[in-house]
C-alpha cells in the first residue's frame, strides 16, 4: 500500500480540513473505515477527504466533527474548503482516479458527484490567487454560527458560546497551533458581533469574558507557533478584556501567560515575579491561582530554592481542593491543574 501524502495545512482550505481530520482521527485510533462508520460514510471517501481528493460534504464533516468531538473545529473549515470546490471544473474535466473517490453511503449508493480538482495553468501563465483559508474561514464560519446558534443574545445562546470556547481549548490539545487558530479566531469574531447587539449589562460582562478567552487561546497558540508579536497582541487584546468586563481571573490569566513565556524563555526571576503579581490578582479558588502557583513552583525550581518550590507546589494543592469539580477552564490550565491533582 502506498504510504499516505502528507498535506500542507497552509496550502488550502481544502488540505487545512483534510489534515486536521486525519489528525484528529488518528489521536482518537481509529482507521478511516472506522471513522466512516461512525459517520454513516464509506471509509474510501473519508480517505479522499484527507488526500483534498474530493469535494468534502457537510454532512459527512459535521458528522466526523462529532464524533471526534472537535467542538466545530471542522465544521468552521467547511466553507471556505466547499467554495474552493465550486471555483473548480466540472467533473468531466477529472482524471479517472480522482473520479474514482466519489462519496459513497453505506451500501453502495453515490453521493453528488463532487467538482474535480484544482485549475491546471498553462506554463508561465498565473491562475487566480489561491483563496485565503484562514480569512475565509473567519468569515464563512462566522455566518454558520449565525444559523445555527440564536441570533438573540440569550442565556442559551451565552452557554452554547462558552461550552464552544471549553472545545476549542480541550481540542487543542496535541493538536499543530495552525490548524487550531482559524476556529479560535471565527469564534471570537461571532462573540464582537454579538458585543454589537443591544445586550444586557451581565450578559455584555459575559460576552467580554468569553472574548478574552478566546484572545488568550490565540495568545497560546501563536506563541507555540512561533509568532510572538501575535502572542503578545492578542494576550494584550485579553488584558483590555479583562478590565472591561472586571473580571480579576481573566486578568489573572493574562499574567499567567507572561509568566509561563518567561518560563520558556528561561527567564525564571521574571516568571517569580510575575506568578507572584498574577496570584495577587487571581481570586482565591480559581483555574488561574492554580496555575500561577504552579508556575511560581517551577521557577523556584528552576531557581535551585527546593523549599521555596515545595511551598509553592502545597499552594497550588490547596488551591485545587478548592476548585469546584466542574467548571469553565481558562486556555492552557487544565494539563497544569491536572498535575497538582
Not at 474510501?44 to 481528493?53: K, L, N
Not at 466547499?82 to 480522482?98: F, G, L, V
Not at 462573540?191 to 443591544?198: D, I, Y
Not at 513565556?261 to 481570586?283: H, N, T, V
Amino acid at each position: 500500500m502506498p504510504q499516505a501524502r502528507t498535506l500542507d495545512p497552509t496550502a488550502s482550505s481544502t488540505a487545512c480540513l483534510g489534515a486536521l481530520l486525519r489528525h484528529l482521527r488518528t489521536l482518537h485510533g481509529l482507521t478511516q473505515a472506522g471513522l466512516g462508520r461512525l459517520a454513516g460514510f464509506d471509509g474510501s471517501y473519508v480517505g479522499a477527504i484527507e488526500r483534498a481528493a474530493v469535494r468534502p460534504a457537510r454532512d459527512l464533516v459535521e458528522r466526523c466533527d462529532r464524533a471526534l468531538g472537535a467542538g466545530g473545529v471542522l465544521l468552521a473549515l467547511w466553507p471556505p474548503a466547499d467554495r474552493e470546490w465550486q471555483a473548480r471544473p466540472t467533473a468531466a474535466s477529472r482524471p479517472a482516479e480522482d473520479r474514482a473517490a466519489v462519496p459513497r453511503q453505506p451500501g453502495g449508493r453515490a453521493a453528488a458527484d463532487p467538482p474535480g480538482p484544482r485549475t491546471r495553468h498553462p506554463p508561465g501563465r498565473a491562475g487566480p490567487a489561491a483563496p485565503d483559508p484562514e480569512a475565509e474561514a473567519v468569515v464563512e464560519a462566522m455566518e454558520v454560527a449565525r444559523r445555527i446558534e440564536a441570533c438573540d443574545v440569550g442565556p442559551g445562546t451565552l452557554a452554547a458560546i462558552e461550552q464552544a470556547v471549553e472545545r476549542l481549548a480541550t481540542a487543542g490539545a496535541g493538536t499543530p497551533p495552525e490548524l487550531l487558530i482559524p476556529a479560535v479566531r471565527a469564534r471570537r469574531r461571532y462573540v464582537e458581533r454579538l458585543l454589537e447587539e443591544r445586550v444586557t449589562l451581565g450578559r455584555r460582562r459575559r460576552l467580554l469574558v468569553v472574548a478574552g478567552r478566546l484572545s488568550l487561546e490565540l495568545a497560546r497558540l501563536h506563541f507555540d507557533a512561533g509568532e510572538r508579536e501575535a502572542a503578545e497582541a492578542n494576550r494584550d487584546a485579553a488584558v483590555r478584556l479583562a478590565r472591561q468586563a472586571g473580571d480579576a481571573e481573566l486578568a489573572a490569566a493574562a499574567v499567567e501567560a507572561l509568566a509561563c513565556w518567561a518560563l520558556a524563555d528561561g527567564r525564571f526571576r521574571d516568571a517569580l515575579e510575575l506568578a507572584r503579581d498574577g496570584q495577587d490578582l487571581a481570586p482565591p479558588a480559581s483555574a488561574a491561582a492554580l496555575q500561577l502557583a504552579l508556575d511560581e513552583a517551577q521557577a523556584w525550581a528552576a531557581l535551585g530554592d527546593r523549599v521555596a518550590a515545595a511551598g509553592a507546589r502545597r499552594q497550588a494543592a490547596l488551591t485545587r481542593a478548592m476548585l469546584p469539580g466542574a467548571g469553565f477552564p481558562l486556555p492552557g490550565a487544565g494539563p497544569a491543574a491536572a498535575a497538582a491533582s
